[in-house]
Every structure is written in C-alpha cells, then in structure tokens.
C-alpha cells in the first residue's frame, strides 16, 4: 500500500523545530476544508496515502474542523483505523481548541476548562492515545495567559500532547509572554502556527524575531493565500474552486486588479525559474529558517506532488527576493 520507508523519507526535507529535537517534513498537510463530509471518504484516503508516500509525516487538525465541526477528527479517526495504526510512531498529529466548538459558556476561547476538555473529546475521535502538538488556537484577552498556558502545561504533563503550542498569536509581546510562561512552567513551546503567505506578511513585523530568540519553530498555514497563489483565479472563477463552492473564507472581493497584478508578476519570475507560481510561493515562506513548515491544504493528490517539488527547486537568489520584495512592497 505504501511506499518503502527509504523510498518515502529519502527525497523529503526536514527542518529542525526551533531549537527542539523536532523535525518536520518542509511540507505539512492541513485536514482543514476537505476533511468533512463534503469530501467523499476515498478522495481523503488518496490524499493523505499520497502526502505519507511523499514524506509527508506532519497532519495537522483542529477540534472545529469539518464541515461540520469535529468531523475532520471524526474521519481521521476511521483513517486512523483502517490505514495508520501501525504506522503512528512515523507520524507527527496536531489539533488546537480555542474557537467555538459546542454552545454554553465551556466551549469556546481559552479556559482550562474547555482546552483540557476539548484534548479529551479529540483523542477520542482521532482514535489516538496522545497528539503530538496541542495548540491554543488563539489568544483569549478575557482569560490570564497563565491559566491557558497552564492549561497546554497539563495536557503535557499528563501524556495527552508531547509538546504545546500556539496559534495566531500576531502580538509579538503577547506571543513572548505565552512562550515564556510555558519554560517557566517547564513546558517548552514547540512551536507558532501564524497566517503567512507573499500576501500576508503581518508575521514579519516582530514576531519572527521574538520566534527566533527564544528558539521556537513556526509552521506557516496559508501559504498559498487560501488559493490566490497558485494562479488559478488568472482568469475568472473556476467553477470547481474553492471560491465557487465554498466563500467563508476566500471571498470574491479579493479579486481586484491591484491584487491581480501582484499575482501576474510574481507568476513572471516563477516562469523565469521554470516553475509553478504555487512552488515559488512555498519557497519564499521557507526561506527564513525560522519557519520549520509550510502548511498546505488539497484537494487533489496532484497538488500535494505538485507542492512538495517546490522543495527540490534552486533556492532563491539576492536578486530574485529583491524583485518579489519590491513588487510585494508596492500591492
């Protein structure tokens, strides 16, 4: 069914975590939009069996994922069951809480009761003893950063999760006051999973340096602007696209022409590169060391091949970062 273990782990690149003992492959996947039950069962068989062949080690979940919510887990489960019981020592599982999750007071946001009760209801449906990453999915302003992180410290200290982390922590003096208060409890951060693509550089703006001193590794999730980096909007709206069939989270109003020319030009150095614009995007996210993996989602086990050449491509050159700064700084 799978591919030699030489075979899969032989052309994959993996980065050091931070400053941890973690490696992950340049490329993960995300069970975010075509893990629930609209995606039929043997379309998410072939994409994580083709991920896994490629090298691919890294799935990564949240409680809410679906459509609807905790279906991603729930069919990760029945996976897990069928295909990956025997290969769980060779996978590296992530999920988070800290969105809404279930109605009443308990199940949103940054509690040490809803994280410790969410870990719980996800090893359930992923059918698994721990995870190996627990993250808050975002900061709670109404809820002290000692009693949430104190919270990922016992899913630690209890076996659920190997490691904690954290999401979406934008605020570099937040993300360092997080990051510090799980080594004072004694539960390192492994690692940040911020938004970040050419498109939305936000991360850049001090939380990369704050990542990189205190030794925390981040997985870029995004990379490919929810799409928009992989030029397939060029030319109008494909019907089977995600902007088509599903607009929460792409909608069609960021479509206009400012932004259509970013694209068309970054496009212009990838083909000089001979390459896909999606393979130059993943390449740019991974050029800082400070980001360990580039978090992709798929549709099609095409586009995970796709994404995992970008890293066997020449790295990128003075010259070529200086265009792609200079057109970045002008959209």
Same mark, same amino acid.
């Given at each position: 069914m799978y591919k030699p273990a030489a075979d899969r782990y032989e052309k994959m690149t993996y980065r050091r975590c931070g400053r941890s003992g973690v490696l992950l492959p340049g490329i993960s996947l995300g069970l975010w939009h075509n893990f629930g039950n609209i995606t039929p069962f043997t379309d998410q068989r072939a994409l994580l069996r083709t991920a896994?062949? *490629?090298g691919i080690t890294h799935f990564d979940l949240a409680n809410n994922y679906g459509p609807p919510y905790g279906e991603a887990e729930r069919n990760f489960g029945l996976h897990m069951d069928a295909d990956w019981h025997t290969h769980r020592d060779e996978l590296f599982l992530s999920t988070k809480? !800290? =969105?809404d999750m279930w109605a009443g007071p308990y199940g949103d946001r940054g509690s040490r009761k809803y994280l410790i009760a969410s870990i719980d209801q996800s090893l359930k449906r992923m059918h698994v003893d721990y995870v190996?990453?627990? =993250?808050?999915? @975002? %900061? /709670? %302003?109404?809820t002290p950063v000692e009693e949430t992180m104190g919270a990922l410290d016992q899913i630690v200290r209890s076996g659920k999760a190997l490691y904690a982390g954290i999401s979406n922590y934008y605020d570099p003096d937040q993300a360092r006051r997080a990051i510090r208060e799980l080594r004072r409890l $004694?539960? %390192?951060?492994l690692i940040h999973q911020p938004n970040y693509s050419?498109?939305? @550089? @936000?991360?850049?703006q001090g939380l990369t340096e704050v990542l990189r001193e205190e030794g925390v590794g981040a997985?870029?999730?995004a990379p490919l602007?929810?799409?928009?980096?992989? !030029? +397939? =909007?060029?030319? $109008?709206? %494909?019907e089977d696209s995600r902007m088509a069939r599903d607009g929460r989270y792409? +909608?069609?109003? @960021? *479509? /206009?022409e400012k932004t259509l020319q970013t694209i068309r030009s970054l496009k212009t150095i990838a083909d000089a590169r001979g390459e896909t614009l999606t393979q130059l995007a993943l390449q740019w996210v991974l050029r800082d060391p400070v980001v360990t993996s580039a978090l992709i989602g798929a549709s099609r086990p095409e586009q995970i091949r796709e994404n995992v050449q970008a890293l066997n491509a020449p790295e990128l050159t003075e010259e070529e970062l200086e265009k792609i700064d200079t057109i970045l700084d002008q959209a």
């Open positions: 896994f062949d *490629l809480a !800290g =969105y190996d990453v627990f =993250y808050h999915h @975002r %900061p /709670d %302003p109404e $004694g539960t %390192p951060c050419m498109l939305n @550089r @936000r991360i850049e997985i870029a999730f602007a929810n799409g928009l980096l992989t !030029g +397939k =909007y060029l030319n $109008g709206i %494909p792409l +909608k069609a109003d @960021r *479509l /206009d």
